[in-house]
Protein backbone atom coordinates (compact mmCIF):
# COMPACT_ATOMS: atom_id res chain seq x y z
CA UNK A 1 0.00 0.00 0.00
CA UNK A 2 2.19 2.48 -1.04
CA UNK A 3 0.03 4.89 -3.09
CA UNK A 4 -1.59 6.98 -0.09
CA UNK A 5 1.86 7.13 1.72
CA UNK A 6 2.49 8.57 4.86
CA UNK A 7 6.23 8.07 4.35
CA UNK A 8 8.68 5.77 3.21
CA UNK A 9 9.88 4.53 6.70
CA UNK A 10 5.44 3.37 7.49
CA UNK A 11 6.44 1.27 4.57
CA UNK A 12 9.73 0.00 5.61
CA UNK A 13 8.52 -0.72 9.47
CA UNK A 14 5.52 -2.70 8.35
CA UNK A 15 7.62 -5.11 5.79
CA UNK A 16 10.03 -5.78 9.13
CA UNK A 17 6.73 -6.52 11.09
CA UNK A 18 5.64 -8.74 8.30
CA UNK A 19 9.21 -10.46 8.36
CA UNK A 20 9.05 -10.94 11.85
CA UNK A 21 5.57 -12.19 11.92
CA UNK A 22 6.87 -14.75 9.39
CA UNK A 23 10.04 -15.57 11.48
CA UNK A 24 7.96 -16.57 14.44
CA UNK A 25 5.61 -18.72 12.61
CA UNK A 26 8.89 -20.71 11.52
CA UNK A 27 10.52 -20.87 14.92
CA UNK A 28 7.37 -21.69 16.79
CA UNK A 29 7.35 -24.33 13.92
CA UNK A 30 11.12 -25.55 14.79
CA UNK A 31 9.57 -25.56 18.22
CA UNK A 32 6.48 -27.49 17.97
CA UNK A 33 8.85 -30.24 16.57
CA UNK A 34 11.58 -30.23 18.57
CA UNK A 35 10.75 -34.54 19.33
CA UNK A 36 10.31 -34.83 15.84
CA UNK A 37 12.42 -37.77 14.19
CA UNK A 38 14.36 -36.94 11.41
CA UNK A 39 12.91 -32.91 11.19
CA UNK A 40 15.08 -30.52 10.10
CA UNK A 41 14.60 -27.19 10.90
CA UNK A 42 13.37 -24.10 8.84
CA UNK A 43 15.08 -20.92 8.77
CA UNK A 44 13.53 -17.84 7.35
CA UNK A 45 15.67 -14.44 6.29
CA UNK A 46 14.24 -11.27 5.25
CA UNK A 47 16.30 -8.84 6.96
CA UNK A 48 18.67 -9.19 3.36
CA UNK A 49 15.87 -8.76 1.50
CA UNK A 50 14.66 -5.87 3.58
CA UNK A 51 18.87 -4.23 3.42
CA UNK A 52 18.52 -4.97 -0.60
CA UNK A 53 14.93 -3.09 -0.90
CA UNK A 54 16.34 -0.09 1.35
CA UNK A 55 16.78 1.94 -1.68
CA UNK A 56 12.64 0.96 -3.26
CA UNK A 57 11.96 2.85 0.15
CA UNK A 58 13.64 5.97 -0.87
CA UNK A 59 12.07 8.72 -1.19
CA UNK A 60 14.03 10.57 -3.00
CA UNK A 61 14.43 8.77 -6.49
CA UNK A 62 12.25 9.71 -9.96
CA UNK A 63 8.85 11.12 -8.57
CA UNK A 64 10.07 13.24 -5.81
CA UNK A 65 8.68 16.28 -4.67
CA UNK A 66 9.92 19.79 -6.62
CA UNK A 67 11.87 21.97 -4.07
CA UNK A 68 13.53 25.33 -4.69
CA UNK A 69 14.57 25.93 -1.16
CA UNK A 70 17.31 23.96 0.35
CA UNK A 71 15.40 23.55 3.50
CA UNK A 72 12.55 22.38 1.82
CA UNK A 73 12.17 18.72 2.35
CA UNK A 74 12.05 16.61 -0.98
CA UNK A 75 9.05 14.27 -0.40
CA UNK A 76 6.81 12.34 -2.72
CA UNK A 77 5.14 9.02 -2.53
CA UNK A 78 6.51 6.73 -5.48
CA UNK A 79 6.67 3.62 -3.23
CA UNK A 80 5.84 0.98 -5.26
CA UNK A 81 3.35 -1.84 -4.06
CA UNK A 82 5.79 -4.77 -5.03
CA UNK A 83 5.49 -8.15 -2.60
CA UNK A 84 8.02 -8.15 0.00
CA UNK A 85 9.94 -11.56 -0.61
CA UNK A 86 10.47 -13.65 2.80
CA UNK A 87 12.67 -16.49 1.96
CA UNK A 88 12.39 -19.68 4.42
CA UNK A 89 14.95 -22.12 3.73
CA UNK A 90 15.53 -25.89 5.17
CA UNK A 91 18.56 -26.01 6.97
CA UNK A 92 20.19 -29.61 6.96
CA UNK A 93 23.64 -28.61 6.84
CA UNK A 94 24.21 -30.39 10.99
CA UNK A 95 22.51 -33.07 12.87
CA UNK A 96 21.99 -31.93 16.62
CA UNK A 97 20.76 -35.22 17.68
CA UNK A 98 20.94 -39.31 17.12
CA UNK A 99 17.28 -39.12 15.78
CA UNK A 100 18.68 -37.09 12.83
CA UNK A 101 16.63 -33.65 14.04
CA UNK A 102 18.91 -31.19 14.04
CA UNK A 103 16.42 -28.63 16.51
CA UNK A 104 18.92 -26.96 19.15
CA UNK A 105 16.52 -26.21 21.50
CA UNK A 106 17.97 -23.75 23.16
CA UNK A 107 19.11 -21.92 19.69
CA UNK A 108 15.90 -21.93 18.78
CA UNK A 109 14.38 -19.89 22.47
CA UNK A 110 17.43 -17.04 21.65
CA UNK A 111 15.87 -17.15 17.93
CA UNK A 112 12.56 -16.78 19.23
CA UNK A 113 13.59 -13.76 22.13
CA UNK A 114 15.55 -11.88 19.81
CA UNK A 115 12.89 -11.96 16.89
CA UNK A 116 10.32 -11.27 19.82
CA UNK A 117 12.32 -7.67 20.87
CA UNK A 118 12.79 -7.09 16.94
CA UNK A 119 9.55 -7.51 16.53
CA UNK A 120 8.24 -5.28 19.35
CA UNK A 121 11.10 -2.37 18.66
CA UNK A 122 9.19 -2.17 14.60
CA UNK A 123 5.95 -1.81 16.23
CA UNK A 124 7.29 0.49 18.97
CA UNK A 125 8.57 2.82 16.13
CA UNK A 126 5.99 2.21 14.19
CA UNK A 127 3.73 3.74 16.84
CA UNK A 128 6.50 6.80 16.97
CA UNK A 129 6.02 7.03 13.54
CA UNK A 130 2.01 7.50 13.41
CA UNK A 131 2.48 9.85 16.73
CA UNK A 132 4.32 12.16 14.22
CA UNK A 133 2.05 11.76 11.67
CA UNK A 134 -1.08 12.20 13.76
CA UNK A 135 1.10 15.57 15.50
CA UNK A 136 1.25 16.83 11.76
CA UNK A 137 -2.42 16.11 10.96
CA UNK A 138 -3.64 17.98 14.27
CA UNK A 139 -1.13 21.01 14.24
CA UNK A 140 0.13 20.23 17.28
CA UNK A 141 2.94 19.39 19.47
CA UNK B 1 -0.99 -17.00 8.06
CA UNK B 2 0.01 -14.43 10.30
CA UNK B 3 0.73 -14.35 13.93
CA UNK B 4 -2.09 -16.70 15.51
CA UNK B 5 -1.12 -19.29 13.15
CA UNK B 6 2.02 -19.05 15.04
CA UNK B 7 -0.22 -19.59 18.38
CA UNK B 8 -2.03 -22.35 16.13
CA UNK B 9 1.35 -24.34 15.45
CA UNK B 10 2.63 -23.81 19.44
CA UNK B 11 0.00 -25.52 20.77
CA UNK B 12 0.45 -28.51 18.45
CA UNK B 13 3.09 -28.84 20.09
CA UNK B 14 1.18 -27.87 23.50
CA UNK B 15 -1.29 -31.32 22.57
CA UNK B 16 1.64 -33.36 21.36
CA UNK B 17 3.66 -33.04 24.37
CA UNK B 18 0.84 -33.56 26.53
CA UNK B 19 -0.25 -36.85 24.98
CA UNK B 20 3.57 -37.79 25.28
CA UNK B 21 3.44 -36.95 29.24
CA UNK B 22 -0.13 -39.41 29.24
CA UNK B 23 1.53 -42.41 27.63
CA UNK B 24 4.94 -41.77 29.91
CA UNK B 25 2.34 -41.36 32.77
CA UNK B 26 0.61 -44.49 31.93
CA UNK B 27 3.86 -46.31 31.48
CA UNK B 28 4.55 -45.59 34.97
CA UNK B 29 2.00 -46.49 36.40
CA UNK B 30 1.79 -49.69 34.76
CA UNK B 31 5.86 -50.89 35.01
CA UNK B 32 4.40 -53.94 37.48
CA UNK B 33 1.49 -54.65 35.31
CA UNK B 34 1.33 -58.44 34.40
CA UNK B 35 -1.98 -59.13 33.35
CA UNK B 36 -3.70 -57.06 30.76
CA UNK B 37 -7.22 -57.67 28.14
CA UNK B 38 -4.46 -58.80 25.46
CA UNK B 39 -3.02 -61.59 27.85
CA UNK B 40 0.53 -61.23 29.21
CA UNK B 41 2.32 -58.23 30.98
CA UNK B 42 2.07 -54.73 29.65
CA UNK B 43 4.43 -53.25 27.23
CA UNK B 44 5.71 -50.17 27.09
CA UNK B 45 4.36 -47.42 24.76
CA UNK B 46 5.85 -44.59 23.18
CA UNK B 47 4.04 -41.85 20.74
CA UNK B 48 5.39 -41.40 17.45
CA UNK B 49 5.55 -37.76 16.30
CA UNK B 50 5.67 -36.53 12.63
CA UNK B 51 5.53 -33.24 11.49
CA UNK B 52 2.00 -31.99 10.16
CA UNK B 53 1.53 -31.21 6.85
CA UNK B 54 -0.18 -29.12 5.34
CA UNK B 55 -3.55 -29.81 3.26
CA UNK B 56 -4.01 -27.75 0.19
CA UNK B 57 -7.58 -27.14 -0.52
CA UNK B 58 -7.08 -26.93 -4.11
CA UNK B 59 -4.97 -30.03 -4.67
CA UNK B 60 -6.47 -32.80 -6.34
CA UNK B 61 -7.99 -35.35 -4.77
CA UNK B 62 -6.42 -38.52 -6.13
CA UNK B 63 -3.28 -39.86 -4.26
CA UNK B 64 -1.32 -40.70 -7.21
CA UNK B 65 -1.62 -37.32 -7.93
CA UNK B 66 2.30 -36.33 -6.84
CA UNK B 67 2.23 -32.67 -7.57
CA UNK B 68 -0.87 -32.06 -4.93
CA UNK B 69 1.77 -33.45 -2.18
CA UNK B 70 2.91 -30.40 -0.35
CA UNK B 71 6.96 -29.59 -0.29
CA UNK B 72 7.81 -30.62 3.13
CA UNK B 73 10.94 -27.60 3.74
CA UNK B 74 7.91 -25.07 3.39
CA UNK B 75 5.44 -27.01 5.76
CA UNK B 76 4.98 -24.91 8.81
CA UNK B 77 1.79 -26.46 10.77
CA UNK B 78 3.38 -28.00 13.82
CA UNK B 79 3.69 -31.09 14.63
CA UNK B 80 1.33 -34.24 15.35
CA UNK B 81 1.34 -37.39 17.11
CA UNK B 82 0.43 -40.08 14.50
CA UNK B 83 0.42 -43.26 16.61
CA UNK B 84 0.94 -44.55 19.53
CA UNK B 85 3.04 -48.06 19.50
CA UNK B 86 3.85 -50.63 21.72
CA UNK B 87 8.00 -51.20 22.42
CA UNK B 88 8.91 -54.26 21.03
CA UNK B 89 11.87 -55.30 23.46
CA UNK B 90 11.60 -58.52 25.31
CA UNK B 91 9.66 -58.24 28.97
CA UNK B 92 11.94 -58.06 32.06
CA UNK B 93 11.97 -61.55 33.91
CA UNK B 94 11.97 -61.82 37.48
CA UNK B 95 12.25 -65.00 39.35
CA UNK B 96 9.48 -65.43 41.68
CA UNK B 97 7.89 -69.45 41.27
CA UNK B 98 4.99 -68.15 44.21
CA UNK B 99 3.84 -65.56 41.78
CA UNK B 100 0.10 -66.16 39.87
CA UNK B 101 1.48 -65.13 36.65
CA UNK B 102 5.11 -67.42 37.39
CA UNK B 103 5.62 -69.31 34.03
CA UNK B 104 6.92 -73.05 34.32
CA UNK B 105 10.50 -72.00 35.27
CA UNK B 106 9.24 -69.68 37.49
CA UNK B 107 9.72 -66.41 35.73
CA UNK B 108 7.32 -63.40 35.87
CA UNK B 109 7.31 -61.45 32.31
CA UNK B 110 7.16 -58.38 34.15
CA UNK B 111 6.47 -55.10 31.62
CA UNK B 112 9.36 -53.87 29.36
CA UNK B 113 9.17 -50.46 31.24
CA UNK B 114 12.31 -48.86 32.26
CA UNK B 115 12.14 -46.20 35.22
CA UNK B 116 14.68 -44.56 34.55
CA UNK B 117 14.04 -43.87 30.63
CA UNK B 118 10.65 -43.22 31.38
CA UNK B 119 11.91 -40.11 33.47
CA UNK B 120 14.38 -38.70 31.15
CA UNK B 121 11.79 -38.79 28.70
CA UNK B 122 9.44 -37.50 30.87
CA UNK B 123 11.66 -34.32 31.39
CA UNK B 124 12.08 -34.17 27.42
CA UNK B 125 8.46 -33.97 26.94
CA UNK B 126 8.16 -31.46 29.71
CA UNK B 127 11.13 -29.12 28.52
CA UNK B 128 9.60 -28.72 25.25
CA UNK B 129 5.88 -28.44 26.94
CA UNK B 130 7.53 -25.44 28.33
CA UNK B 131 9.49 -24.17 25.47
CA UNK B 132 6.36 -24.26 23.48
CA UNK B 133 4.52 -21.95 26.10
CA UNK B 134 7.28 -19.39 25.64
CA UNK B 135 6.92 -19.54 21.92
CA UNK B 136 3.06 -18.78 22.80
CA UNK B 137 3.70 -16.05 24.92
CA UNK B 138 6.05 -14.09 22.49
CA UNK B 139 4.10 -14.37 19.97
CA UNK B 140 1.18 -12.71 22.41
CA UNK B 141 3.58 -10.18 23.17
CA UNK B 142 4.45 -9.65 19.51
CA UNK B 143 0.35 -9.61 18.84
CA UNK B 144 -0.22 -6.59 21.30
CA UNK B 145 2.83 -4.49 20.21
CA UNK B 146 1.29 -4.19 16.99
CA UNK B 147 -1.90 -3.90 18.38
CA UNK B 148 -1.05 -0.85 20.55
CA UNK B 149 0.63 0.80 17.39
CA UNK B 150 -2.33 2.96 17.03
CA UNK B 151 -2.53 3.94 20.99
CA UNK B 152 -0.91 6.38 22.86
Not at chain 1, 124 to 136: C, N, V
Not at chain 2, 31 to 60: M, W, Y
Not at chain 2, 86 to 94: A, E, G, Y
Amino acid sequence: MGDISFGATVNMLKDAGAGAGEAQLAIANNIANVNTPAFKRTDVTFKEALAAELPRYDDSTDLAMVTDDPKQIPGGPNFEAQPFSVTSTLDDTQQMRVDGSNVDVDQEMAKLSINSAYSQTMSTLLSTQYTRIREAIQEKA
Amino acid sequence: MGLYSSIEVSASGLSAERLAMDVIANNLANVNTTRTPEGGSFKRQLVIFAQKQEVDPNASLNPMDSSSNADPGKSRDGVEAVGIVNDPSPDRLVYDPNHPDADANGYVHMPNVDVVKEMVDMISASRAYQANVSAIQEARSMGSAALNILKS
